[in-house]
Nanobody, 120 residues
């Protein structure tokens, strides 16, 4: 059974830092993309940052320059370093994985979510 296990959320003051981690548990064919989305109350889920199997990052404009995404050498873990946090970064953060399967098909997996709260 495939699971994405998240950790690192919490409460921090504005200007502070947090680091989120997400570990893939279970077997899949191949990782095409891993990353993070977030959803604030009353808002739609939005992309925060993703990174491809080749290590190419994609970061939302709203967090560019403050958040950094990376993967471990084992490539089954994705990290999100969040610096200079703002109250508007408050949301539930979800780990995301897009699996590359046979015949060009893909499959999406989501973590259970971890709460990040930034106080002003």
């Amino acid at each position: 059974q495939v699971q994405l296990v998240e950790s690192g959320g919490g409460l921090v003051q504005a200007g502070g830092s947090l680091r989120l981690s997400c570990i893939l548990s279970g077997s899949i064919f191949g990782i095409r993309v891993m990353g993070w989305y977030r959803q604030a109350p009353g808002k739609e889920r939005e992309l925060v940052a993703t990174i491809t199997s080749g290590g190419i990052p994609k970061v939302a404009d709203s967090v560019k320059g403050r958040f950094t995404i990376s993967r471990t050498n084992a490539k089954n873990t994705v990290l999100l370093q969040m610096n200079s946090l703002k109250p508007e970064d408050t949301a539930v953060y979800y780990c995301y994985l897009n699996e590359q399967r046979a015949f060009g098909t893909t499959n999406d997996y989501w973590g259970q979510g971890t709460q990040v709260t930034v106080s002003s």
